[in-house]
Antibody
């Protein structure tokens, strides 16, 4: 079955950087678009970034554009999120999610998330 | 583009409840619905207007008209108590953006 396992979260100072990873299994990783979604403590879901199934296109929320980069390593079935210039507004639980067979716009499977805390 | 949901809705056990989501992006994108229980990751419950993933009970159904998408739970159960989020894709030129609604907290009485 589909499994997504995020890692790389932690405590980072404002202005710092962090790289999140999401190891995928149970499906052909290179055939699906992948998303990052975050959830600040006690708040709702916020879409962060998307990478097309073939890696040719990526899209970002305005709140992270120019600071975050989504990428992948298909040889390791791993999705990444490089986060730079972090601020307290980026504190959240970060989920990776797999696009659905029906279309990448539907987030069919989610990991359990990795927590990023930006604090001095 | 934004998606607007009522913050909270309640339903008596066994009754029917409809949760709505409004936004301009829903005119061109069917959207999807996610259930999130405390301490758990979200789960897709409805996609493509009316489709249910395998394993989702058939008491969950979806509909859409104009700029409004709806999630209906027919015969709500105690285990349906959760936060529900709508989501849709918004396109502007060659840029894509996905938006979540603010979420609706469903209480089953």
């Amino acid at each position: 079955q589909v499994q997504l396992v995020e890692s790389g979260g932690g405590v980072v100072q404002p202005g710092g950087s962090l790289r999140l990873s999401c190891v995928a299994s149970g499906f052909t990783f290179s055939s699906y678009g992948m998303h990052w979604v975050r959830q600040a403590p006690g708040k709702g879901l916020e879409w962060v970034a998307f990478l097309r199934y073939d890696g040719s296109k990526n899209y970002y929320a305005d709140s992270v554009k120019g600071r975050f980069t989504i990428s992948r390593d298909t040889s390791k079935n791993t999705l990444f999120l490089q986060m730079n210039s972090l601020s307290s507004a980026d504190t959240a639980l970060y989920y990776c999610a797999k696009g659905h067979d029906y279309g990448d716009s539907y987030l069919a499977s989610w990991g359990q998330g990795t927590l990023v805390t930006v604090s001095s | 583009s934004e998606l607007t949901q009522d913050p909270a809705v309640s339903v008596a056990l066994g009754q029917t409840v409809r949760i709505t989501c409004q936004g301009d992006s829903l005119r061109s994108s069917f959207g999807s619905w996610y259930q999130q229980k405390p301490g758990q990751a979200p789960v897709l419950v409805i996609y493509g207007k009316t489709n249910r993933p395998s394993g989702i009970p058939d008491r969950f159904s979806g509909s859409s008209s104009g700029n409004t998408a709806s999630l209906t739970i027919t015969g709500a159960q105690a285990e349906d108590e959760a936060d529900y989020y709508c989501n849709s894709r918004d396109s502007s030129g060659d840029h894509l953006n996905w938006v979540f609604g603010g979420g609706t907290k469903l209480t089953v009485l």
